[in-house]
């Protein structure tokens, strides 16, 4: 994930990268080996741009 292009609107997310984990086993160990600090930083900086990303991916189809 890390070498695709981010679009210019979300470049910021990309140090989040790390997380677009393949199964959800792998995102919830991920969770339960970050500390407070990070979790926190990841939901309060993500949570609030999810409507955007919605509208950006839902141009996708599935």
Same mark, same amino acid.
């Not at 990268?17 to 993500?46: C, F, H, I, N």
């Not at 950006?56 to 599935?62: E, G, I, R, T, V």
């Given at each position: 994930?890390?070498?695709?292009? +981010?679009? *210019? !609107? %979300?470049? &910021? @997310?990309? #140090? %989040?990268?790390? +997380?677009? @984990? *393949? =199964? !959800?086993?792998?995102?919830?160990?991920? #969770?339960?080996?970050?500390?407070? =600090? !990070?979790? =926190? &930083?990841?939901? =309060?900086?993500? @949570?609030? #741009?999810? !409507?955007?990303l919605?509208g950006? @991916? *839902?141009?996708?189809?599935?």
């Open positions: 994930m890390n070498d695709t292009a +981010w679009p *210019a !609107e %979300f470049q &910021d @997310l990309q #140090r %989040f990268a790390p +997380w677009a @984990l *393949a =199964t !959800e086993d792998a995102r919830m160990r991920k #969770r339960l080996a970050s500390g407070m =600090t !990070e979790l =926190t &930083d990841l939901y =309060t900086t993500v @949570l609030p #741009r999810m !409507e955007a919605a950006h @991916l *839902a141009q996708y189809p599935l």
